[in-house]
């Protein structure tokens, strides 16, 4: 069977999806800092880029961040 474009898009996009390094994670306390986040998830593997996303009128956590690890197989061990 041949598979259409759009069937080849869909199984590309989903490939790409399914490969990150990067993840959101929402739900933080507006205690925590970008130390304690890199911290916890520090033993899943390496981390390249720690993100806490803060409000710019009061300077606290806005309770999501990002979290990128040097390669995607240290995601799957996340819970």
Do not use: C, W
């Not at 041949?2 to 205690?31: D, M």
């Not at 130390?35 to 998830?41: L, M, Q």
């Not at 956590?61 to 197989?73: A, L």
């Amino acid at each position: 069977m041949t598979k259409t474009i759009f069937q080849e898009t869909q199984e590309a996009t989903a490939s790409l999806l399914a490969r990150t390094k990067k993840i959101f994670v929402g739900g933080l306390p507006s205690t925590i800092t970008e130390s304690d986040f890199k911290k916890y998830f520090d033993q899943f593997g390496l981390i390249t880029d720690v993100v806490v996303m803060y409000d710019h009128n009061t300077q606290r956590p806005r309770g999501f961040g990002f979290i990128t690890f040097d390669t995607e197989d240290s995601l799957q061990d996340i819970p």
